[in-house]
């Protein structure tokens, strides 16, 4: 059986990662104490019809003495020769976590009568780390909808195989922050810029003309050279450790030209080697 395990902030879309999941035929459990797992596994696996695929959502809701416990939970469940685990750890930027929460009107569950919802927002984060820590994938839902949130989990988790990694490349820009969820960053600003090219402007990476300035700067396929034997040298080294995702960081400036085009190649030629890859541009969604 597959075990997937979704936690992370309130706020950060767990339960819209659970509803993708279920959407693809998980046995999807909310808000479950977390030493109660071992005994909803075996229980699960007795029954000769069980559904082969479940997800839990374990968060800050439990008690804190069964948040501290879920290292050793999740160990020993890791040992089983018939469960397969993985955790998903969803977050998102506190001020955008904030703003949902005003946007709902809802009780943050660790707020009380002496501590706003930022300060219950920023406690969460240390009560979570025991989870975090372990993650097998982090999410950043920041700039997700929630159309894409559901696309991503659906594609990242859903579809993978059991053997396979799941490599995404994602373009962002640095004046608009590092994304929280990857594994590499790639800096990319050195490259020459379209964006001063008054006729380029306007354009992506993903635009014709901007390929076209960018493949013939020079620098431009040195660099990716570089970035593609790197990732080609140690992407097998993660698959070998039983890593099953990685997210790799492509940033320029603005994240609208350099990195959209860096990260439409890698991806492009991962692709063809890899039955796992993705692309996401943060700045053009």
Known sequence: MKLVVISGRSGSGKSTALQALEDVDFYCIDNLPARLLP?????????????GRLAVSVDARNLVSNLHAFPDIIGELSKRSDLSCEILYLDAAEPTLIKRYSATRRKHPLSTSQSGLQEAISYERELLEPI??????RVDTTRLTLYELRDTIKLRIAQRSEQSLSVQFESFGFKHGVPLDVD????????????????????????????????????????IGDIRDFLERWIPLFKQNNRSYITIGIGCTGGQHRSVYIAEHLAGHFGQLMDNVHVRHRELT
Do not use: C, K
């Open 132 to 137: 975090a820590s372990l993650a097998d994938i």
């Open 184 to 223: 590499f960053t790639f800096d990319v600003r050195m490259l020459p810029n379209p964006y001063w090219i008054p006729d380029l402007r306007g354009y992506t990476g993903q635009d014709q003309a901007v390929i076209e300035f960018l493949e013939n700067s020079p620098e431009v396929p040195q660099l």
């Open 39 to 51: 005994d909803l596994i075996e229980q699960m696996l007795d029954d000769p019809e069980h559904p």
